[in-house]
Each structure stands twice: as structure tokens, then as C-alpha cells.
């Protein structure tokens, strides 16, 4: 297992750009569930405004890996993390870091789209800055418009800001969720597979969507999908029962992968 | 901070960079509402404390052995000193509790039967509503219910009219917790048991209700010890008694003590030997009602 | 004697009636029957209460009944029900009034803030306290809660208002202790649970995404309730209050025990008071005239008919404020 994690570091080092373009990075980190490990020891670079995706089979541990670097698992009881989670050099899980600032500098974007379906849209917006005492009107309409936006949804619903965030159709609700992670201007937006309720038309405006947002921000997405991972991500990290068996550049990763598990996969003899 | 869009202007970037509560504050409210909600909590806890504590001090006086063996009579007995009790009040109470749950149990298992085993039954809605509206009734207007029906006719208060305003009280507890029990079992069970070859109510009798067995005896307890602590229905139907019947149809069919009511006659009274009788009866009230509700609890975490 | 019949004869004989269409067709009867049964008790329940009540309703009007404010049971045989209607009502509302927020404190904090175990002993300590019978809470208040509220509220501020401030000793009334505040005091501890189970219980339904969607906003516990889990589960909870308020009007004993019971208006702060069901136990047993005694069961239609209106208020809220859309689509 170790050995696992020295070679997969060994690896991207060849194909990696240079370390400051590092936005994120984990350095051994694992996850227990109580005595379980559910992510073991895995070290992984994000680069700056690049799309990482994570593949693997269901239960591979793509999902707990992506939620250790925002600290949700703060809030699952009997979870627990080890290792490092870097976000800009510096650990989010040192000592005297408070997750919720962390949280606010790394945005997260669910599976279901989470709109609160007792606000309006325009609320569901701003919800992030209420919270840290924003009220000036002409602050809020302008950041609302400019994250509304950023997830190409202003064109849709800027008639109708004060209508209910439930009542949008399903992708609409999942750009409004993109919208209210942003509106924030978080530095890394975790996406947990973020298309897999939505039609495909949705899904289609999402990872367009997602390769605008990336002039501005660094993207980690979980993706269930391999052609969604190929079409979108710039590097794929694959993982399988709680470890990183490889990360490449997308491109090497769907052609040319180091790993024998890795080519199974990806060619669907499991999984 | 990145921005996401080239033409951020300042005020924008500003506001987000000073937010105008401060960390520090956000943290402090949540401590603060920490604090307010837990001292509520503490504050709602702490009454029953009290209660019991009260209830338990002021009556283990007078829970000694006459008063497990001796009926009431009247006042002057505890006035001049005679050995007095509540041993008619206690027997009353198991026999119109028990008379009540054997007439409740099985028409409310019926009904909670009726509304998950045939979800397809045209009466089922209006059967849940009026279901719910008798359980959200108050428990006076089921013992006066009872009054009309079964005193008026019979001429007399009875234990059996007690029995029956108390059934009022269990049925629809029982048929909600039926309804649930049963919702809970899955389909395929069923199926399984009708692919046999086995008619329905086979496999409703022989299946089903013994797989949901947990929470239909969580259901009976729970409406067992709600219908326990009662009094209002029982005084104008089993109406209380100082004595023991002379015979043992007098249980059925004449007046009967019950211990809610007596306790209620005895904490009204004016006599001071009968307030600590009262307290004592109480003990004995909330240890039944406690013991059924703890059965309860332990039979649920056991499942 | 004939050979035993074989194991294939055996198996393929034909069951008993009872094992086919009969069988069944008897169950379902039966079981219907019982429905009928419930549904019959329910129904039975408002027509009986009207039909006793109805000498009452005749003499004195359906809305004359409710709104008349004598009640004499000795002399002119008078009955009008407003007085009790007025007490049920402030006593009820004031009890919730007091015991609503402290009852959502200990749902938010059993469901979101307390540590697995310790929110499994507050549950159960909260649905201990709904099990206590009310006559149990009733000998307490007589005998505890009552005395002592005369000694350190009622008579300090009684006297402190006859001394300096007498225009408002016509409020608060004869302060003795048995009366209006002391039943909604008890009142308010005793449908604190039913409020704080329910609320408890529509917390507890809050969508997990809600929650983490907001977390991943950067909120901090509070916030994540007040913002996400608060608003979501408030049909769940205002139903909670609207029936806990149905619990009080309906709750006999304690406030029968505690209330005073003058059967006049008007009520002031501390001194007694009647509510609707406490004025039936009263009277009921000693009810002689036939007037009397019907009056009595009108009452007990007319808080039918409150409890009724009540009950489907919650019902409806619950639906009507539940949220829609939220979930995928």
C-alpha cells in the first residue's frame, strides 16, 4: 500500500508542470470509518485552474477522497482523517485551521442538485454572503448576477429571481447550486458527480459550463463516466478499494495507461 | 482571491474580502445558541425530575402493607387509625385495563390490518382520517361517549363501561401502530407466501403479523400505558368505589375504583391521611406506567 | 380399511374451502368489520355528543349556547359556554406560547447539537415526560407547584401592586394560587414533549444534502440550522405546535385539578378560571337536571368540534407548507 502510494507520486512527477501551479495537494492522506480505511495513504496533486477528475469503481473511495478536501468529514460521526490536505502549502487540517474558512475556499457542488427549496433563487444565490453579514443590496444584486453568470444561468431566470430555488427543472436547479458555490469565489470547486441525476441535455450545459469555470478556478470532479472524465478533465486520477493506482494527464490516461488495473477498467472488463 | 469574472469591480471584491461578521462572531452566536438551546433542554428535563421525586417522597410513607391489602372505606377509617388501602383500586385497575385491551387489540390490529393489507380499500382514507380524528379527540368526550353508550342503557356505572371508554382511548393508538408495523414488512414477503399457494389471510396470520411482531407489541404497550394514566375517561364510567364488590360481578358490572381516578378523588379530598394515599397511589401509577414504557423502549432497541 | 392415500394424491389434493376463495373472503369481512368498527366510534362520537346535547343546543341555539356567558346550574338553569370556551382558548394559547420555544430547543439540540448518546437519553427522558399521567402531574400541582407559586410570585406581586400600583390588582386576581397561570404553567410542561417529539421528528427529515449543501457554504452549526434545516422541516414543525395546542385543549385532569374553577367571567391573571373539559368533570357526576347534564354533553360536542377543526388544521398546514421541488428533478 505504501509502495503504491510512492509509485503513483513517482509517476506524476514526470508528467507534472511545475510545483507552483499546485493549488491542492494530499500527502498520504487516508480516511477511516471507524477502524475501516475508506481512502488510504493517497498523495495527489490539483493544478491550478485544471480539471481533475476521479474515476474508479463505486465504493472506491473517489467520493470520501474528494470530501476530506473541504472537511466534510468533520461532520460524519466516527469518521476520521490523517496525512495532509494542502490547499496553497498549507494544511487544512493543521492544528488551529478553522474548517469552516476552508469550506468557504473550497466549494463543493453535490450529486442531487441542493437548492433550498424555501428560498428564492436570488436567495439561494447570496445565501453564502448573508451568512458572513452581507446585506448591502446593491453588493448583493451584483455579486447574484455575476455568479448566476459564471453558471450560465442569469439568461434563464433573471425574470424570475424571486421564484421559488425548488421550482427550476433539474439541471436548472444544479447551475443554481453551481452558482451559489461560486458566488462565495471560492479557489477550488469539488464536484461530486455532478451530472449523474440530470438528462443528458443537462449534462451536456454542466461540462460546458465547467470548461468556462476553469479559466477561474480549480476543478476536482468525481465522475462516474469515463467519456465525461476524457471529455473534460486536463488529469485523471484513478482509484480502486481506497487507493490512487494512477494519475496522469487525461489524454496519456485514456490512451497509453501505466497501470494493468488502470486499462481494465477504462476498457470495462470491470467495474 | 481568484475572480471568476474579468469585469469584477470593487465595491464586490471589497464586500467579500471584509466580511462584515467576523469569524469570530459567527462562532460566538453558535456558542451562544449552544448554550440557550441546551439550557432549555435543561429546563424542560428537570420539571420531571421534580415531579417524580415529589411524588415518590411524599407517598413511600404510605405504601406499607395495608395498603396493598386493605380497601378505602370510608374517611373516618384513616381519620381514627384503622388499617386502610387501595387493593380494591389496584384489582379494578387490571381488570378494566385488561377488559379494555382484550376488546382493543384485536379491532385494532383489525383496522391497522385492514388499512396496510388491502392499501387498494376504497374506505381506507376515510378510515385513516376518522382513525386519526378519534385519536387526536380529548379523552373526556371518549369516556362521556362511553357514558351514553353503555351507562345510560345499563342504568349503572360498570367496570365494563370503564373497559370500554379506555378501548376508545387504545383503539386508534393500536391501529396507527398496526398500520406502521406492517407497512414496514416488505412486499416480496408477501408474494413469497402467496406463491406458495397459501391463501391471504394465511399469509397475513402465519407471516406477516408475526414478522412485524416488534411493533405491534410497542404499539399495544404504548397505548396500554397512555390509556393507563387516564382518569377522565373513568369517572362517569367506572365512576369509583371505597369498597370491594361484594361479588365478583361487581367488577364487570358495577362501580369500580381505578387508580387514576381514585388518585384524584384522594388528592381533591380533605383529609390529610387521604393526600399521602393519594401520593402513594401515585407511585404506583407511574411505576406501571414508567415499567410499561421502559418494555417498550427495550423491545424497539432489541429489534 | 382404505390404503392411505399416496404422497402425490397428498400433494395434489385440493385444499379446504377455508385454503381457497372462502378463506379469504371471510378475512377480508372480518377485517373490514373492524375497520367499520373504528370508523363507526369515531362518527358515533359527534353524533352521540350532539344528540345528548341537543336539549341544550335547542333551549339556548347553537350559537347562543356558545356565546351565552351565564352558567347557573342551580337556580335559572342557565347555560352558556363562552366563559369555558374563553378559558380553554387562553389557557391553551398561552401554554403553547410559553412552552413552544423551549420545546424546539430541545429538538434542535437532541437532533442536531447533543452527541449520539446523549440525544438517545433526552428522547427518551422527553417521551418519559408525555407518559406521566396527568393526575400524577395534577397532585403535584395541588400540592407543590401551587403552594409555592402563591408564596414567592403571586403574594409578593399581589401585595406589591396593592401597595403601589392597586389600579392593576383587578388583573391579576386573587392570588391563591389555584387559578389561570398555574394551569398554564402545568399545561405548558405537559404538551412540551408532544411539541418537542414533533418538532424533533421533522428535524430528523431534513434531506442530509440540505444540510451538507450549507456546511459546504462555509456555515457554521447555527447557521447550517437556521438556513437549511429550520426552514425545511418548519411545515413538520408548526403542524407539531398545532397539535400540541389540540393536546392542551383537550387536557382535563391537571388543569381541572389546578384551575380554580369559577364558572364566570371574567378571569384575570392568577385567580381561577374553567376551561371546557374541566367545567364537565366538575359537574358531570352531580349534573341532577336534564338541562344540566345536556349542557354538559354540548360542551363536549362543541369541543369536538374545536379538537376537529384543530386536528385538520394541522393536517392541512402540514401539507400545504411542505416542501416542494428541492429533490431532483
Redesign the interface.
Known amino acids: 500500500m505504501h509502495n503504491q502510494e510512492s509509485t503513483a507520486a513517482g509517476r506524476h512527477a514526470e508528467t507534472a508542470p511545475a510545483a507552483t501551479d499546485i493549488r491542492m495537494e494530499t500527502r498520504k492522506l487516508s480516511v477511516f470509518y471507524g477502524d475501516t480505511a475508506g481512502v488510504n495513504d493517497v498523495s495527489l496533486s490539483m493544478y491550478n485552474k485544471k480539471i481533475t477528475a476521479l474515476i474508479g469503481p463505486s465504493g472506491c473511495g473517489k467520493t470520501t477522497f474528494l470530501r476530506s478536501l ?1 472537511r ?1 468529514h468533520d ?1 460524519t ?1 466516527g469518521a476520521r482523517v490523517t496525512g495532509q490536505a494542502l490547499l496553497d502549502g498549507s494544511d487544512i487540517y493543521a492544528p488551529k485551521v ?1 474548517p ?5 475556499r473550497v ?2 457542488v ?1 450529486q ?8 428564492s433563487i436570488y436567495d439561494n444565490v447570496v ?3 448573508k ?6 443590496r ?2 448583493l444584486d ?2 447574484a448576477e ?1 455568479a448566476l ?2 453558471a450560465a444561468l442569469w439568461d434563464e431566470v433573471k425574470d424570475r429571481l424571486k421564484a ?4 427550476i ?3 436548472q ?1 444544479q447551475r443554481l ?1 453551481i452558482a ?3 458566488a ?2 471560492p ?1 477550488v470547486l469539488l464536484m461530486d458527480e455532478p451530472t449523474s ?2 438528462d443528458p441535455q443537462s449534462t451536456i450545459r454542466i461540462e460546458e459550463l465547467m470548461s468556462e ?1 476553469k ?3 480549480t476543478i476536482v470532479i468525481v465522475t462516474h463516466n469515463m467519456q465525461q472524465a476524457s471529455r473534460i478533465s486536463d488529469y485523471t486520477a484513478f482509484f480502486y478499494v481506497g487507493d490512487l493506482v494512477e494519475f496522469n494527464p487525461t489524454a496519456k490516461m485514456f490512451t497509453n495507461p501505466n497501470q494493468k488495473r488502470t486499462e481494465e477498467y477504462i476498457t470495462g472488463r470491470f467495474g | ?5 474579468g469585469n ?2 470593487k ?3 471589497a ?2 474580502a471584509t ?3 467576523s ?1 469570530g462572531r ?2 460566538w452566536r453558535d456558542r451562544l445558541m449552544l448554550g440557550l438551546l441546551a439550557s432549555s433542554t435543561i429546563l424542560v428535563l428537570v420539571p420531571l425530575f421534580i415531579v417524580i421525586a415529589y411524588v415518590v417522597v411524599q407517598g413511600i410513607g404510605a405504601l406499607n402493607w395495608d395498603f396493598f391489602t386493605q380497601e378505602l372505606g370510608s374517611p373516618t377509617r384513616a381519620h381514627t387509625g384503622q388499617p386502610t388501602g387501595l387493593v380494591h383500586t389496584i384489582i379494578g385497575t387490571l381488570v378494566v385495563d385488561s377488559m379494555a385491551l382484550i376488546i382493543a387489540v384485536p379491532l385494532g390490529i383489525g383496522a391497522g390490518v385492514m388499512l396496510a393489507e388491502y392499501p387498494d380499500h376504497r374506505l381506507n382514507p376515510l378510515l385513516r382520517l376518522l382513525n386519526d380524528t378519534l385519536n387526536g379527540m380529548p379523552a373526556i368526550l371518549k369516556g362521556m361517549l362511553a357514558f351514553a353508550l353503555i351507562v345510560k342503557p345499563m342504568g349503572t356505572f360498570s367496570g365494563l363501561a370503564g373497559a370500554v371508554a379506555l378501548t376508545f382511548v387504545m383503539l386508534p393508538i393500536i391501529a396507527r401502530a398496526t398500520e406502521s408495523a406492517l407497512d414496514i414488512i416488505p412486499w416480496s414477503i408477501r408474494e413469497a407466501g402467496l406463491a406458495l399457494g397459501l391463501p391471504r389471510w394465511r399469509v397475513i396470520l402465519s407471516t406477516i403479523i408475526p414478522a412485524a411482531k416488534v411493533g405491534l407489541v410497542t404499539g399495544i404497550l404504548i397505548a396500554f400505558a397512555r390509556a393507563a394514566g387516564e382518569a377522565a375517561p373513568l369517572l362517569f364510567t367506572s365512576f369509583g368505589n371505597n369498597y370491594l364488590p361484594s361479588r365478583w360481578t361487581g367488577w364487570l358490572f358495577g362501580p369500580v375504583d381505578t387508580l387514576p381516578q381514585r388518585l384524584y378523588s384522594l388528592a381533591i379530598s380533605p383529609y390529610k391521611q387521604w393526600h399521602e394515599m393519594g401520593w402513594a397511589a401515585g407511585i404506583v401509577l407511574l411505576v406501571m406506567v414508567i415499567l410499561l414504557f421502559i418494555t417498550a423502549r427495550v423491545t424497539v432497541r432489541r429489534a | 380399511m382404505a390404503a392411505a392415500p399416496s404422497t402425490y394424491e397428498l400433494v395434489r389434493r385440493t385444499p379446504p374451502l377455508l385454503y381457497r376463495w372462502l378463506g379469504d373472503r371471510i378475512f377480508a369481512v372480518l377485517v373490514t368489520l373492524f375497520g367499520l368498527t373504528v370508523m363507526g366510534l369515531a362518527i358515533s362520537l359527534a353524533v352521540v355528543l350532539f344528540w345528548e346535547g341537543s336539549e341544550a343546543i335547542k333551549t339556548f341555539g347553537f350559537w347562543g349556547f356558545l356565546i351565552g356567558t351565564t352558567w347557573d346550574p342551580a337556580l335559572t338553569l342557565t347555560f352558556g359556554t363562552f366563559p369555558f370556551l374563553i378559558g380553554t382558548v387562553v389557557t391553551s394559547v398561552a401554554a403553547l406560547a410559553l412552552s413552544f420555544f423551549p420545546a424546539l430547543a430541545v429538538a434542535i439540540f437532541s437532533a442536531e447539537y447533543a452527541p ?1 448518546w446523549l440525544s438517545h437519553i433526552i428522547d427518551a427522558l422527553v417521551d418519559l415526560i408525555a407518559a406521566v399521567p396527568s393526575v400524577v402531574v395534577g397532585i403535584w400541582g395541588i400540592f407543590v407547584l401551587a403552594p409555592w407559586l402563591r408564596d414567592h410570585f403571586y403574594l409578593p406581586l399581589y401585595m406589591w401592586a396593592a401597595e403601589s400600583r392597586p389600579e392593576l390588582l383587578p388583573i391579576i386576581g386573587s392570588p391563591m394560587g389555584y387559578g389561570m397561570t398555574t394551569a398554564v404553567i402545568v399545561l405548558a410542561l405537559m404538551i412540551v414533549p408532544f411539541t418537542a417529539a414533533l418538532s424533533r421528528d421533522a428535524i430528523r427529515l431534513v434531506p442530509k ?12 452549526r447555527w ?1 447550517v440550522i437556521r ?2 434545516v429550520l ?2 422541516a ?1 411545515s413538520g414543525i408548526v403542524a407539531g405546535a398545532i397539535l400540541s395546542f389540540g393536546r392542551a385543549i383537550g387536557e382535563t385532569m391537571a388543569v381541572a385539578m389546578l384551575i380554580g374553577n369559577k364558572n364566570t367571567l371574567p378571569f384575570d391573571l392568577f385567580g381561577p378560571a374553567a376551561t371546557m373539559p374541566s367545567v364537565i368533570i366538575n359537574e358531570f357526576r352531580e349534573a341532577v337536571e336534564n338541562l344540566h347534564l345536556s349542557s354538559l354533553m354540548a360542551i363536549g360536542f362543541y369541543l369536538f368540534l374545536i379538537s376537529l377543526i384543530v386536528n385538520l388544521l394541522a393536517a392541512y398546514i402540514q401539507r400545504k407548507m411542505m ?7
Do not use: H
Open positions: 473541504n466534510m461532520l460521526r478553522d469552516v474558512t476552508v469550506r468557504r466549494g463543493m453535490f442531487k442538485p441542493t437548492p433550498f427549496p424555501t428560498m445565501a453564502g454572503l451568512l458572513v453579514g452581507i446585506r448591502n446593491a453588493v451584483e455579486v455575476k453568470r459564471g421559488p430555488g425548488g421550482g427543472s433539474g439541471g436547479q447550486s451559489r458555490a461560486l462565495v469565489e479557489e441525476s440530470l469555470l479559466k477561474q478556478v | 482571491m481568484t475572480a471568476f469574472n469584477t469591480t465595491t464586490g471584491s464586500a467579500l466580511p462584515v461578521l469569524l459567527r462562532y | 449520539r444534502a440540505q444540510r451538507e449543501a450549507c456546511w459546504a457554504l462555509g456555515a457554521t447557521e438556513m437549511a426552514p425545511y418548519r416542501v416542494a421541488g428541492g429533490r431532483s428533478a
